[in-house]
């Protein structure tokens, strides 16, 4: 059973560039989350795909996309970078309502905005 | 509005010295609170989930119990290799709130 997969595992870009995330969930699950954790911060919640569909978003601004991809992997896209963008991505699978609903997380992608 | 926090921020314990690590929540709709373990540079690795009010779970040192209002980590004779940040989480709906975590230091 592989585990939850991000990339690039770090990378540093400049105000106002785009950036794209990656991750792969874990086998089995068809629920991908992804999570600001500022440091010192705990994670705050972005937005859920569920069936390709956004199931939920945090308080993000439209700047913040995302897409989910048949096989159940994930984007997450950032658009106009600003300094405080500067942060751990997480991304988190688990399966949909009625299971028993705890996140497995990967090992993040660090993000600098210089 | 929807709120977790987590109490202390820091803690430093001798290798054996118990103590327990909380986490408080309000939150309308309650569907699990959860903990999890974080290693610094890493993602949060899942350990408890509890649902109703009374409910306990075990894992080695580890004991998580949870009230109306509350929910605890109990540490039971920790070891270094316990030393993280011990991170709770609610969750509503398709959401999940995080506490800042307490970060726990084992000093052998």
């Known amino acids: 059973e592989t585990g939850v997969t991000q990339s690039p595992t770090h990378l540093i870009k400049t105000r106002g560039q785009q950036v794209t995330l990656r991750c792969s969930s874990q086998s089995g699950h068809n629920t991908v989350s992804w999570y600001q954790q500022a440091l010192g911060q705990g994670p705050q919640f972005i937005f859920q795909y569920y069936r390709e569909e956004e199931n939920g978003r945090g308080n993000f601004p439209p700047r913040f996309s995302g897409l989910q991809f048949p096989n159940y992997s994930s984007e997450l896209n950032v658009n106009a970078l600003e300094l405080d963008d500067s942060a751990l991505y997480l991304c988190a699978s688990s399966f949909p309502v009625g299971g028993t609903g705890e996140l497995f997380f990967g090992e993040g992608s660090r993000l600098t905005v210089l | 509005e929807d709120q977790v926090t987590q109490s202390p921020e820091a803690l430093r314990l001798q290798e054996g010295e118990s103590s ?33 009010a009374g409910e306990e779970k075990e894992k080695e040192r580890l004991k998580a119990t949870l009230t109306k209002k509350e929910s605890f980590l109990h540490i039971t004779a920790p070891k270094p290799e316990d030393s993280a940040t011990y991170l709770c989480a609610v969750r509503t709906g398709n959401q999940f709130y995080f506490g800042t975590g307490t970060s726990l230091t084992v000093i052998p």
């Open chain 2, 20 to 52: 327990s690590l909380n986490c408080s929540y309000t939150v309308s709709g309650l569907r699990g609170l959860f903990w999890y373990r974080q290693d610094p540079g890493k993602g949060p690795e899942f350990l408890f989930t509890l649902y109703s």
